[in-house]
């Protein structure tokens, strides 16, 4: 209880994210229980967890899946032991590698650690969909394919008045009845040629007509057009698609792609064609497959020969952070940190009034983890769990409710200004603000309108379950529940007490997400990964077509499967 007290207070004196005192305790460890998860039996401060045994998952309730996922982010964030070849952290031992952007041809390579080598951090992050095409989610939280618009000399979107001019359109507003209204670089409303139905005569960049519905779309509050098969229609550049994202310190969010040992083997043994009959269509969730990729581990040719895995009832895992440079931090020891190299602009980001910063140069820093999802297979859950974590000073939450120690319905304020991440100005929106900085090659340029720097950003659904849910209360019960519970278990002064689960989601009775009914916490998303992509859910892009593996032959790797790395990534070795 001391320990939850100091972590308490710490919360609140960096106006982070604070945890309802009175939550009804319905998801919990027991100290027995959570002595013995470390690997020393007993609780120390930054002391080493082991994995989750997903190779025997036996769930008894929403709570089991909970209690997986933060176990398995204490064992990543915890120092290696020697069985993993040691290092700072799991996540930076042997066990795990490092997935390469994208190259030329569209492919991935796996990184293995080493001594002084760099890992991969990247100031974007891919939201594709589950083909890899481009998307974006409306307010309402439904997935959109996104259409490119053909654009005039100065990068507007390209329409034709009714005297058939054209016309660069600098603005797209919606009437009270969602009808667009087009307005030209002088704010004058444009007299635009319409189809039958009233939508605005358009072609796409590529010279084809594109089939308009006489009615727009909210996409991060601002009016999308949209075509006749629920496409976004991508009205400028930098405006619909994924991004780059700035801190309030001034620092990029940088991204890092990680798989474990047993995914960079089992991908790299379905590759070469060592794991047949029957060939999986699944990630491994059976002791049978773990033993066909420890053979193919055995067999490898030197360096990559593996006798066994140190941690195999982790199964595959696969893992995606964000981090930001700790200048500027006001308790960078508050922080799970690494040493990193990353990429330098000029003119610098943070100059006033910039609209476009250009790759430099290189530099040596100090990265602090600000969010981090975790994806891992687990016995009768081929489709695998997902969750995801935050540092507790990021974002705000709304207001929400939860089931009191009395047995009644708690009421949570939102959270206000000041000391946040990603905010300054609390919660205070329903969705977070437009995005700022869009990526172009090797450049970063403004929305425009708009001038590179922070933006204010909101959690959408406090703990991944929207308000309109009949699971609202209860999920969020849950998730503070075993936040408080974890908080209060862990040593004073662990870094780990300064992150929290936002939820986790999973397909009840397991099962591929195309057939099954998604549950858990199924709206959760990281303020920091999924910033202008709220509210939205996992299974809405990682999908499948009936093979959760998916194939190699979509764009960039892509094709149906639920891992949108698995299929462009090349095997360790041939």
Same mark, same amino acid.
């Given at each position: 209880?001391? /320990?939850?007290?100091?972590?308490?207070?710490?919360?609140?004196? #960096? @106006?982070?994210?604070?945890?309802?005192? #009175?939550?009804?305790?319905?998801?919990?460890?027991?100290?027995?229980?959570?002595?013995?998860?470390?690997?020393?039996?007993?609780?120390?401060? $930054?002391?080493?967890?082991?994995?989750?045994?997903?190779?025997?998952?036996? +769930?008894?309730?929403?709570?089991?899946?909970?209690?997986?996922?933060?176990?398995?982010?204490?064992?990543?964030?915890?120092?290696?032991?020697?069985?993993?070849?040691?290092?700072?952290?799991?996540?930076?031992?042997?066990?795990? &590698? @490092?997935?390469?952007?994208?190259?030329?041809?569209?492919?991935?390579?796996?990184?293995?650690?080493?001594?002084?080598?760099?890992?991969?951090?990247?100031?974007?992050?891919?939201?594709?969909?589950?083909?890899?095409?481009?998307?974006? &989610?409306?307010?309402?939280?439904?997935?959109?394919?996104?259409?490119?618009?053909?654009?005039?000399?100065?990068?507007?979107?390209? /329409?034709?008045?009714?005297?058939?001019?054209?016309?660069?359109?600098?603005?797209?507003? @919606?009437?009270?009845?969602?009808?667009?209204?087009?307005?030209?670089?002088?704010?004058?409303?444009?007299?635009?040629?319409?189809?039958? !139905?009233? /939508? +605005?005569?358009?072609?796409?960049?590529?010279?084809?007509?594109?089939?308009?519905?006489?009615?727009?779309?909210?996409?991060?509050?601002?009016?999308?057009?949209?075509?006749?098969?629920?496409?976004?229609? %991508?009205?400028?550049?930098?405006?619909?698609?994924?991004?780059?994202?700035?801190? %309030?310190?001034?620092?990029?969010?940088?991204?890092?792609?990680?798989?474990?040992?047993?995914?960079?083997?089992?991908?790299?043994?379905?590759?070469?064609?060592?794991?047949?009959?029957?060939?999986?269509?699944?990630?491994?969730?059976?002791?049978? !497959?773990?033993?066909?990729?420890?053979?193919?581990?055995?067999?490898?040719?030197?360096?990559?020969?593996?006798?066994?895995?140190?941690?195999?009832?982790?199964?595959?895992?696969?893992?995606?952070?964000?981090?930001?440079?700790? *200048?500027?931090?006001?308790?960078?020891?508050? =922080?799970?940190?690494?040493?990193?190299?990353?990429?330098? =602009?000029?003119?610098?980001?943070?100059?006033?009034? $910039?609209?476009?910063?250009?790759?430099?140069?290189?530099?040596?820093?100090?990265?602090?983890?600000?969010?981090?999802?975790?994806?891992?297979?687990?016995?009768?859950?081929?489709?695998?769990?997902?969750?995801?974590?935050?540092?507790? $000073?990021?974002?705000?939450?709304?207001? =929400?409710?939860?089931?009191?120690?009395?047995?009644?319905?708690?009421?949570?304020?939102?959270?206000?200004?000041?000391?946040?991440?990603?905010?300054?100005?609390?919660? *205070?929106?329903?969705?977070?603000?437009? %995005?700022?900085?869009? +990526?172009?090659?090797?450049?970063?340029?403004?929305?425009?309108?708009?001038?590179?720097?922070?933006?204010?950003?909101?959690?959408?659904?406090?703990?991944?379950? /929207?308000?309109?849910?009949? %699971?609202?209360?209860?999920?969020?019960?849950?998730?503070?529940?075993?936040?408080?519970?974890?908080?209060?278990?862990? @040593?004073?002064?662990?870094?780990?007490?300064? =992150?929290?689960?936002?939820?986790?989601?999973?397909?009840?009775?397991?099962?591929?997400?195309?057939?099954?009914?998604?549950?858990?916490?199924?709206?959760?998303?990281?303020?920091?990964?999924?910033?202008?992509?709220? +509210?939205?859910?996992?299974?809405?892009?990682?999908?499948?077509?009936?093979?959760?593996?998916?194939?190699?032959?979509?764009?960039?790797?892509?094709?149906? !499967?639920?891992?949108?790395?698995?299929?462009?990534?090349?095997?360790?070795?041939?």
């Amino acid at each position: 209880m001391a /320990a939850f007290t100091l972590a308490f207070l710490s919360q609140s004196a #960096n @106006a982070g994210t604070t945890l309802p005192p #009175n939550v009804m305790s319905t998801c919990v460890f027991t100290p027995a229980e959570f002595n013995g998860i470390f690997e020393s039996g007993s609780v120390s401060k $930054n002391g080493g967890v082991q994995p989750a045994n997903s190779f025997a998952f036996t +769930p008894n309730s929403l709570c089991s899946f909970y209690k997986w996922s933060a176990q398995m982010f204490l064992w990543l964030t915890s120092p290696a032991p020697s069985r993993a070849g040691g290092g700072a952290h799991v996540f930076e031992s042997p066990l795990f &590698f @490092a997935v390469s952007p994208l190259d030329s041809s569209g492919q991935r390579d796996l990184i293995p650690a080493a001594p002084g080598r760099s890992l991969p951090f990247l100031p974007l992050i891919s939201q594709r969909g589950n083909k890899g095409q481009e998307v974006v &989610f409306d307010s309402k939280g439904k997935i959109h394919d996104v259409v490119r618009a053909a654009v005039g000399p100065n990068g507007k979107l390209l /329409a034709r008045d009714r005297a058939g001019q054209s016309v660069e359109i600098d603005n797209v507003q @919606a009437a009270p009845d969602g009808k667009p209204i087009l307005l030209d670089r002088a704010n004058r409303r444009v007299d635009f040629q319409a189809t039958r !139905g009233g /939508a +605005p005569t358009l072609f796409s960049d590529t010279g084809a007509p594109l089939a308009l519905r006489a009615d727009t779309v909210l996409v991060n509050g601002r009016p999308q057009l949209v075509t006749t098969s629920g496409a976004v229609v %991508q009205t400028e550049e930098g405006q619909a698609g994924g991004g780059a994202l700035m801190a %309030q310190n001034g620092s990029l969010v940088f991204y890092l792609l990680q798989v474990n040992d047993v995914w960079a083997y089992f991908n790299t043994g379905m590759k070469n064609n060592k794991i047949t009959n029957p060939t999986p269509t699944t990630f491994p969730t059976l002791g049978s !497959g773990l033993g066909q990729i420890t053979t193919v581990a055995q067999q490898a040719p030197a360096p990559f020969t593996k006798s066994a895995f140190p941690d195999n009832v982790a199964m595959a895992v696969e893992v995606k952070s964000s981090w930001i440079e700790t *200048t500027g931090l006001a308790n960078p020891d508050d =922080y799970i940190t690494i040493d990193a190299t990353i990429p330098t =602009y000029n003119p610098p980001l943070t100059t006033p009034n $910039n609209t476009r910063s250009v790759q430099a140069d290189t530099k040596q820093t100090k990265l602090a983890l600000v969010g981090i999802h975790i994806v891992g297979s687990t016995l009768d859950h081929p489709e695998m769990l997902w969750a995801t974590f935050e540092h507790v $000073n990021n974002s705000p939450n709304p207001q =929400y409710t939860f089931t009191t120690t009395a047995n009644d319905m708690g009421t949570q304020p939102a959270d206000g200004p000041g000391g946040w991440l990603f905010s300054s100005t609390g919660a *205070t929106a329903a969705n977070p603000n437009n %995005q700022r900085i869009s +990526p172009e090659g090797t450049a970063l340029k403004a929305v425009t309108g708009q001038t590179i720097g922070p933006s204010d950003v909101v959690r959408i659904n406090p703990w991944g379950t /929207a308000s309109s849910s009949a %699971q609202f209360t209860s999920n969020n019960t849950d998730i503070v529940s075993l936040n408080k519970n974890v908080l209060g278990l862990l @040593a004073a002064g662990d870094a780990r007490q300064n =992150y929290l689960l936002v939820g986790a989601t999973w397909v009840l009775g397991g099962g591929p997400p195309s057939k099954g009914v998604i549950v858990g916490t199924p709206q959760m998303a990281n303020s920091t990964m999924e910033t202008f992509f709220q +509210p939205s859910n996992c299974f809405d892009c990682h999908f499948d077509d009936g093979n959760m593996l998916g194939t190699p032959s979509g764009p960039s790797g892509f094709d149906g !499967g639920l891992s949108h790395i698995w299929a462009a990534t090349r095997p360790l070795f041939p």
